[in-house]
């Protein structure tokens, strides 16, 4: 069923107004769907799928300073930023996103605030500096989705990365975890 495309103030009221930039949703007669339904079944979705592996979801990213409480860049000299993808895995256990205090300092990233951490199966509360940054998975694709975040500072355990993304950073991204597979896809 094809249905014409309008703009909607709102969801549950419908236009006759067609937006002409949507090829395939305009057909004269046709039920008339909110714009934003018509973009989401139009446009290409960004896609990627990546191994599970004994280390787990390994995926390549890119960081950059993002913008401190006042809403203004934090200041960095640009010397010090990395400059090529850096490992990070996918920590969907974790709800915020850490990254490792050797990148922190090689970003020239300044402290935000401290946060209290509890890790699950750790005993005690654990004190952490927080840093605004923005991240973006590198797919060859299509230019980088950067996602601000408020991130933690402290050890990346066990996996080769420098960067833990936790659901901060993945409820961003639609992600499909295929276990007879082993692998987990990511969509934005």
């Known amino acids: 069923m094809s249905a014409r495309c309008s ?3 709102d969801r549950r009221s419908w236009r006759t107004r067609s937006h002409p930039e949507l090829s395939g949703c305009e057909r004269r007669g046709a039920k008339v769907m909110p714009l934003a339904m018509c973009v989401r079944r139009t446009l290409p979705v960004p896609e990627f799928s990546v191994p599970i592996r004994r280390r787990g979801a390994l995926v390549n990213v ?35 996103t ?9 970003l020239g990233l300044r402290p935000g605030r401290r946060a209290a ?32 975040l408020t991130v933690v500072g402290g050890p990346v355990y066990q996996t080769g990365a420098v960067i833990a993304l936790g659901r901060d950073f993945l409820r961003e991204f639609v992600l ?4 007879p597979n082993r692998r987990i896809r990511l969509r934005w």
């Open 7 to 9: 703009q909607a103030d």
């Open 62 to 96: 890119l960081v950059r300073p993002g913008v401190d409480e006042s809403r203004r860049y934090v200041p960095v000299d640009v010397s010090t930023v990395p400059t090529g993808p850096l490992l990070a895995y996918l920590d969907t256990g974790a709800s915020d």
């Open 98 to 106: 850490v990254l490792d205090l050797d990148l922190i300092q090689r």
């Open 117 to 148: 951490l509890h890790v699950l199966g750790r005993d005690g509360i654990s004190f952490h500096d927080t840093y605004s940054v923005e991240i973006a998975l590198v797919h060859a694709e299509v230019p980088p989705h950067w996602v601000p």
């Open 176 to 179: 499909t975890y295929d276990g």
